[in-house]
């Protein structure tokens, strides 16, 4: 169902049954991993005009594995990776 480079591609899923006899699949939550499990690659220091898509592309070879630095950073939201300057990412090792 999804891609292997997906965040997602190791959660199970499962079923919600609703009143009506409808038959909903879901992934289940997903939780960030620790942060201490993740051996660093290197660390990357965010500069202005900072892009998370060219910082994976750049390290990690490819801009769809963003997650990865999420995961290693401890955030959910990429975003968060680059809105301070001067913020050390941790790259971590695949």
Not at 9 to 16: L, P, Q, R
Not at 23 to 32: K, S
Not at 64 to 76: K, Q, S, V, Y
């Amino acid at each position: 169902m999804l891609n292997e480079s997906s965040r997602y591609y190791d959660i199970e899923t499962a079923k919600w049954q609703t009143t009506s006899n409808q038959t909903i699949v879901y992934l289940r939550r997903r939780f960030l991993p620790s942060p201490q499990r993740f051996e660093v690659l290197q660390e990357h220091q965010v500069s202005e005009g900072d892009r998370l898509d060219n910082i994976t592309a750049n390290y990690l070879h490819d801009p769809e594995l963003f997650w990865h630095l999420c995961d290693a950073n401890n955030t959910m939201h990429p975003n968060e990776l680059t809105a301070q300057i001067g913020r050390l990412l941790r790259i971590p090792l695949l």
